[in-house]
Each structure stands twice: as C-alpha cells, then as structure tokens.
C-alpha cells in the first residue's frame, strides 16, 4: 500500500512546478501585455485610418450630391439665375 502512495506523493512536486512556472511567467509578462494593449487602443492603424478615410469621404460625396440636385431644382424653377456649369461643393475640396 504504501508503494503505491509514493510514487504519486513524489510526482507531485513535478506537476506543481510546472504551475509555478507558468504563473509567475504570466506574471511577468503582465504589464508588458498591458502596456500593449494601451499603445493598441491609443493609435490608429492604417486599416482604421483608410476605413475612417472612406467613410469622410462618403458624407463628402452625399453632400455634394444635395447640393447639386438643390441647384437642379432651383434651375427648374428659374432658368435665368442658371448661367454657367455648376461650381459649388465638391467633395474632397475642404470645405
């Protein structure tokens, strides 16, 4: 009986190391994850900045859109004030 008893009680520090290894390596490695994590949020990579990009870019463009058909509409109703091509907002200029 006591045989069979030892060689678990001796294997026992074996597997209990390897669990102290580990958690004091995730101790470690702790607040270099953090710090991490912390640059991940505050910047903004390339992939976001074209998906910003594009999305400011869209409201330009819905914008210009309502200006045109705005003139359009006037044009219709007074035909005179209409002289020239249209010059008013285009998207991407700034304004």
Known sequence: MRKILIVPIALLPLFAGGCLVK????VVTAPVRAGSQVVDWTTTSQDEADRNYGREMRKQEAKEGRARKQREKQCRKRPETCQGPYD???AGSGD
């Open 23 to 26: 958690t004091a390596a995730n």
């Open 88 to 90: 008013g907002y285009r």
